[in-house]
Nanobody
Framework: QIQLVESGGGLVQTGGSLRLSCKSS????????MGWFRQAPGKEREFVAH????????DYADFVLGRFTISRDNAKSTVYLQMNSLKPEDTAVYYC??????????????????WGQGTQVTVSS
């Protein structure tokens, strides 16, 4: 059974940084694109970032604005999200997901078939 486990969330002040990790087990990590999404209280889940299986294609949400960096280490079956210059509006539960149903839009959550349990990120003002 494929599992994704996120870690690295926590409480940070405005302007601070966090590095999220997502460890995959039970599947063939290296052949799938991976994504990060987030969901704030009372809001719909939204796309944050995507990286394809080689790392050669990366997509970011507009609100990232150069603050976040997605990367992957296929040898460790892990995808990362480095988040810098954090703002209170970045407060959310962050989820990683496997892009198991690739189509034309890696920002669409329908293209992701396995999800982690989420990790809370809280940015204080």
């Amino acid at each position: 059974q494929i599992q994704l486990v996120e870690s690295g969330g926590g409480l940070v002040q405005t302007g601070g940084s966090l590095r999220l990790s997502c460890k995959s087990s039970g599947g063939t990590f290296s052949i799938h694109g991976m994504g990060w999404f987030r969901q704030a209280p009372g809001k719909e889940r939204e796309f944050v970032a995507h990286i394809n299986w080689t790392g050669g294609r990366i997509d970011y949400a507009d609100f990232v604005l150069g603050r976040f960096t997605i990367s992957r280490d296929n040898a460790k079956s892990t995808v990362y999200l480095q988040m810098n210059s954090l703002k209170p509006e970045d407060t959310a539960v962050y989820y990683c997901a496997r892009r198991g149903v690739p189509g034309s839009n890696p920002r669409d959550d329908y293209e992701y078939d396995v999800w982690g349990q989420g990790t809370q990120v809280t940015v204080s003002s």
